[in-house]
């Protein structure tokens, strides 16, 4: 087989893990539980793709359950927070716009993983 077929199989293998959160952040100490979950997930290799909205690359669906996990242990008494995963491809098909015109598309930072 050739390596366009491989390459096309990776990106519906591989996903994207995205948390949407919104969080109380009225008094001080609600502010520092908001403030240590965004750096739990910023030290768990995920990005921030607006203030609260983070992403993360994961090369398959075990690696994505690992970092889901951790942020299901961590998730704040107080406050909502989603978890979503696409795919590669899914998550290529996004389009962005600053203001009215369409950003140019992003190059995924590329990830060591270390086992």
């Known amino acids: 087989m050739d390596e366009r077929f491989y390459s096309r199989l990776n990106q519906y ?3 994207w893990v995205l948390v949407f959160f ?3 952040t009225e008094t001080r100490k609600e502010r520092k539980i908001a403030t240590s979950f965004r750096k739990k997930l910023l030290d768990d290799g995920f990005a921030m793709f607006q203030f609260s909205i983070y992403m ?8 994505a ?4 996990k951790r942020i299901r242990k961590n ?3 107080k406050g909502k927070v989603g978890i979503m995963q696409i795919t590669d491809r899914q998550f290529g098909l996004m389009e962005v716009f ?3 015109k369409l950003a140019e598309k ?3 930072v590329q990830q060591l993983e270390l086992f």
């Open 75 to 77: 998730l704040p008494k």
């Open 22 to 24: 919104d969080l109380p």
């Open 65 to 68: 359950e690992v970092h889901v």
């Open 56 to 63: 993360r690359f994961c090369a398959s669906r075990e690696n």
């Open 106 to 108: 992003e190059q995924p």
């Open 98 to 100: 600053h203001g009215t």
């Open 13 to 15: 293998r591989s996903l």
